[in-house]
């Protein structure tokens, strides 16, 4: 039996830093579920589980990037793109 993890993760349809959980649904497949925008996110796939994982900290980063830029968005992307290339290097 799965268990989904207590911590909140990142809405990635709202937005909010932590306002969304896993949860289960009656015919045991797991979504994600925001208190802050009401959205339920169905993740039928192992695809979907390593969508969530790999996005949701890219999003965060983005909006922190875009604040320190002082919400010019094309120096946040320029910001994230050069976080993203170190981190593969
Ligand atoms: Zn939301």
Same mark, same amino acid.
């Given at each position: 039996?799965f268990? @989904? @993890?207590?911590?909140?993760a990142p =809405? /990635?349809c =709202? *937005?909010?830093? +932590?306002a $969304?959980?896993? &949860?289960?649904? &009656?015919l +045991? #497949?797991p979504?994600?579920? =925001?208190? !802050? =925008?009401? $959205?339920?996110?169905? *993740? +039928? $796939?192992?695809?979907? /589980?390593?969508? !969530?994982a *790999?996005l949701a900290p !890219?999003?965060?980063? /983005? *909006?922190? %990037?875009? #604040? +320190?830029?002082?919400? !010019?968005?094309?120096?946040a992307? $320029?910001?994230?793109?050069a976080?993203i &290339?170190? %981190?593969?290097?």
């Amino acid at each position: 039996m799965f268990d @989904p @993890p207590p911590n909140a993760a990142p =809405c /990635l349809c =709202c *937005l909010h830093p +932590n306002a $969304s959980r896993m &949860k289960i649904s &009656k015919l +045991n #497949r797991p979504y994600m579920a =925001c208190g !802050q =925008c009401g $959205s339920k996110t169905f *993740l +039928n $796939s192992r695809e979907a /589980l390593a969508g !969530q994982a *790999l996005l949701a900290p !890219q999003v965060m980063a /983005l *909006l922190d %990037a875009w #604040r +320190n830029a002082g919400g !010019q968005i094309e120096a946040a992307i $320029s910001g994230v793109e050069a976080r993203i &290339k170190v %981190a593969a290097a």
